[in-house]
């Protein structure tokens, strides 16, 4: 970065929005229109796109008033073309994979990233394999792996183990690899930090709170702030904090026991299927971005997770569970006064309510917790699923319920 000649940030700032309105495909994208910060490609023509970025920022009017945080948004990138934020990586690495001229790309995955590189992968002609670990990931996201035609392999394994197998098959078959850690992936999961500094008038939040999996989004997001600051585009970086789920916390335990010297792989367990890593790929680098933007990392437990998705649900913007980590971390920073009142927050929702409907289902019926599981929280949880019931088909039986849901 220090080579770089520093462009000129008002210029930049008015033609990125300019493209908003342009008839262009690669302007359209919410990832492309931010080109002149990702250089990647020798020829824009190799650009696979589906129109991703560009998702909404909405402010959390019911939830900060219950937390007390005023200014608290969520930016959804459950909102791009395959329903994560996978699809702003995956433009621009498989726009890379075409370039190169490969025919075949793949990936392990918790069902996210391979949704996004199916499609993409389609979109441009090509054929892609993915690798997911059996039975532990939403059903949602297989079913989209499999409609956008990928060889959609499920293996007696966990996802780290999804990993090992595929390096081994890379070195054998010509096949381009499409795992979290690619750096091109990194390099479009940059721009929704960008597409966050421009809603707020380049005035950057004072949080930006991220679900940690395998940590290439909070590396992702952490690079782009910081970038954005260098070239004079913004004058300061948010706190970067992580949130993992309580059973795939191997950062925070890190953190904990040896300041993020070491990190100890963890046999994973959560719900939030999309966390479930034990063996983060890209811890060091964010342990880098904590460190650097003063943020923290934070574990919540699986009935802090359902609360807090609930609870996004009921505000009409809903979330699939990992996201929800963002808001239940939030709790808990700002119990410990690490948010405070009056400052500007914002939560990364990475994934659609859509993904994973089993959970939401499960939840609003009572299924999805077991008691031991509760944390004290079950009068919460009670208030927020009183909602859902099956009756006889009577007028008279849904007028009651009718009633009775006014009255609470
Ligand atoms: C991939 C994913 C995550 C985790 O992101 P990492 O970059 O692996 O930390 C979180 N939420 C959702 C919905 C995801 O798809």
Not at 168 to 191: F, I, M, W
Not at 320 to 334: I, Q, R
Not at 346 to 355: A, E, I, N, R
């Amino acid at each position: 970065m220090a080579e770089i000649r520093k462009p000129n940030a008002g210029a930049m700032r008015w033609l990125w929005k300019e493209r908003c309105c342009s008839n262009v495909e690669v302007d359209q994208s919410g990832v492309w229109r931010f080109r002149e910060l990702l250089h990647i490609l020798r020829d824009e023509a190799n650009i696979v796109s589906l129109r991703e970025g560009n998702t909404p920022l909405y402010h959390l009017k019911k939830i900060s008033q219950s937390t007390g945080i005023e200014q608290l948004f969520a930016k959804h990138q459950g909102m791009n073309p395959t329903g994560s934020f996978k699809d702003a990586g995956m433009t621009t690495a498989l726009s890379v994979a075409r370039e190169l001229g490969f025919e075949w790309v793949a990936c392990a995955s918790t069902g996210n990233t391979s949704a996004a590189m199916a499609a993409y992968a389609a979109r441009a002609g090509m054929r892609s394999l993915v690798l997911i670990p059996e039975g532990k990931i939403a059903w949602g996201k297989l079913s989209q792996a499999m409609d956008y035609g990928a060889v959609t392999l499920q293996l007696r394994t966990d996802f780290d183990g999804c990993v090992r197998i595929l390096s081994d098959v890379v070195k054998c078959a010509p096949v381009y690899l499409l795992n979290s850690v690619n750096p091109y992936r990194l390099e479009g999961q940059k721009t929704p930090a960008l597409e966050i500094a421009e809603a707020f008038d380049w005035e950057v939040p004072d949080h930006l709170i991220v679900p940690g999996g395998n940590l290439a989004n909070s590396s992702a997001l952490g690079k782009a702030f910081l970038e954005m600051q260098h070239l004079g585009l913004t004058t300061k970086t948010p706190k970067i904090s992580v949130i993992q789920a309580e059973g795939a916390s191997p950062l925070y335990r890190s953190l904990q026991d040896n300041a993020g010297e070491t990190l100890h792989p963890v046999e994973a367990q959560t719900r939030a299927t999309a966390i479930r890593i034990g063996n983060p790929a890209s811890w060091k680098k964010a342990v880098r971005v904590i460190q650097q933007t003063g943020g923290w990392c934070e574990q919540v437990g699986e009935a802090e997770i359902a609360l807090a998705k609930a609870e996004l649900g009921a505000e009409g913007i809903g979330c699939e569970p990992a996201s929800a980590v963002t808001l239940a971390g939030l709790k808990k920073l700002v119990k410990h006064e690490r948010v405070l009142p009056h400052e500007r927050v914002v939560l990364l929702l990475t994934g659609h309510t859509l993904k994973d409907s089993d959970y939401t289902i499960a939840y609003h019926r009572g299924e999805l917790l077991r008691p031991d599981e509760m944390q004290g929280l079950a009068p919460e949880i009670e208030a927020t699923r009183k909602n859902a019931a099956e009756l006889d088909a009577s007028a008279d039986l849904v007028l009651r319920e009718l009633e009775r849901a006014t009255i609470r």
